[in-house]
């Protein structure tokens, strides 16, 4: 989701000088140096530097970020605090909730099944799951009409599908949500997705099918999709077709006692300029968040669009398989004409989307993308694509630059650091 940033504490980080890089921890060593690659490693100190002034400025307990370019990982670097009580230093291996994070994974599933031929992108989600096939729309005065069509699996791809969240809806669908206990995906849930999907099928649309750009529980269902297409839970297929063949061996919807002490602490703001753990449950609004008990063993609702934890490492190598055009080594997920059908613009006839996607970019299946790098005010260039997460984490593959770039933090709500990461990752670029 999309970030606020203090500007004079960006233009401080940019304008500083450059500063000394700082050796990764020992848990991920560059595979390459950056000047191989055409990274200036005197600059990628600013970076180092730049992160470290959030831990300084107590706008961030710790920070974990990875540079890749043309496949090889040239600066990881761990700033700060995993627990800032405890003083446990930030490690490059710390494991981190990801939240939106979790949206192109699940999105690469559905694609997975779309090349296999079970399903099209033109397919009614009720094709799947039944309980969608009366859908309505419900208006600001609180009335409700027919949909004017089936949602499709395209439309929850690209958030299209007319559901929304309901931390984002102050509204009449919004209070549905609410009245009916459907949640965000943020929280303990104590149905599986199969109830859970349902419920959500029962409840009002905020816009027609097809209509408007609505940030949404969409990804979810898709999660749901994928389970009744493959005849296995969600995390399951997930494991077994993503996560172990990317030997992404740290990214789950579970976080187990074995790795208890790699599992970074959420921090918001006290309201005195720092920031405190935050509370297990929390309520920030509209939304309940549970930054603990809803990552413990044993969970029965998956979310595909908020659900799980990775570290840096592991989500690279996902990033890396979309880079290299879906595949990684002698592992394909995907077509390179799938990659590239994702990563095209899927709201163009919506015009200016604004919003949660901000100026010069547009959605696709999965991913914001950058269509007017000038329109975003940032450096950048078109055809990037990426997401972030409600806990503060972001990341991007820029094709044309052959890079990728992922930022873990934890902090929530107004975490100001993924807009400094980006000009800070692009200024170390000399060639």
């Known amino acids: 989701m999309k970030t606020w940033i203090r500007l004079p504490i960006v233009a401080a980080l940019i304008t500083c000088a450059s500063y000394a890089s700082h050796a990764p921890s020992a848990q991920q060593r560059p595979a390459a140096t950056p000047e191989t690659v055409g990274i200036s490693s005197e600059r990628l100190g600013r970076l180092h530097q730049g992160m470290q002034v959030f831990v300084d400025l107590h706008e961030a307990g710790g920070i974990v970020t990875l540079i890749a370019r043309d496949g090889k990982v040239v600066d990881v670097h761990a700033s700060g605090f995993q627990d800032v009580d405890s003083r446990t230093p930030m490690k490059t291996d710390t494991i981190f909730r990801i939240a939106s994070m979790s ?23 009720s094709r799947f799951i039944p309980a969608f096939k009366t859908s309505t729309v419900m208006g600001a005065d609180g009335t409700t009409t027919p949909a004017r069509r089936a949602i499709t699996i395209r439309d929850l791809l690209s958030h299209r599908s007319g559901i929304t969240y309901g931390f984002l809806n102050n509204g009449p669908v919004g209070n549905a949500y609410r009245k009916e206990g459907i949640a965000d995906g943020l929280t303990v849930m104590p149905t599986n997705l199969a109830e859970a999907i349902d419920k959500l099928a029962a409840a009002p649309l905020v816009s027609q099918p097809g209509a408007a750009w609505n940030y949404s529980l969409s990804t979810d269902v898709l999660g749901r999709v994928v389970e009744v297409v493959s005849g296995k839970t969600f995390d399951v297929f997930l494991r077994e077709r993503v996560f172990t063949p990317l030997g992404m061996t740290d990214t789950s919807f579970e976080v187990p006692d074995a790795r208890a002490s ?9 309201g005195a300029g720092a920031i405190r753990p935050m509370k297990d449950p929390e309520s920030f609004g509209n939304t309940v968040m549970s930054p603990s008990a809803s990552y413990k063993p044993g969970k029965k609702y998956f979310s595909g669009g ?41 709201t163009a006839d919506l015009g200016a989307v604004g919003g949660l996607l901000g100026a010069g970019t547009a959605f696709g299946l999965g991913f ?4 007017d790098v000038g329109a975003t005010q940032t450096m950048g260039s078109n055809g990037m694509y990426g997401w972030s997460g409600i806990y503060g984490t972001v990341f991007w593959v820029d094709p044309k630059e052959k890079l990728v770039a992922i930022m873990m933090v934890q902090r929530y709500p107004g975490s100001p650091v993924a807009a400094a990461f980006r000009p800070l990752v692009y200024q170390a670029l000399v060639k």
């Open 103 to 125: 949206k192109p994974i699940t999105s690469v599933a559905v694609m997975m099944l779309y090349e296999e031929g079970k399903l099209l992108l033109t397919d009614p989600v």
């Open 368 to 371: 914001q993308v950058t269509t």
């Open 306 to 346: 908020a659900g799980l934890t990775s570290t840096a490492s592991d989500y690279a190598k996902f990033c890396q398989m979309l880079l290299d055009g879906g595949s990684a080594g002698s592992t394909r997920l995907l077509s390179p004409k799938t990659v590239e059908l994702m990563t095209a613009n899927h």
């Open 262 to 270: 790699r599992f970074a602490t959420v921090y918001s703001p006290d």
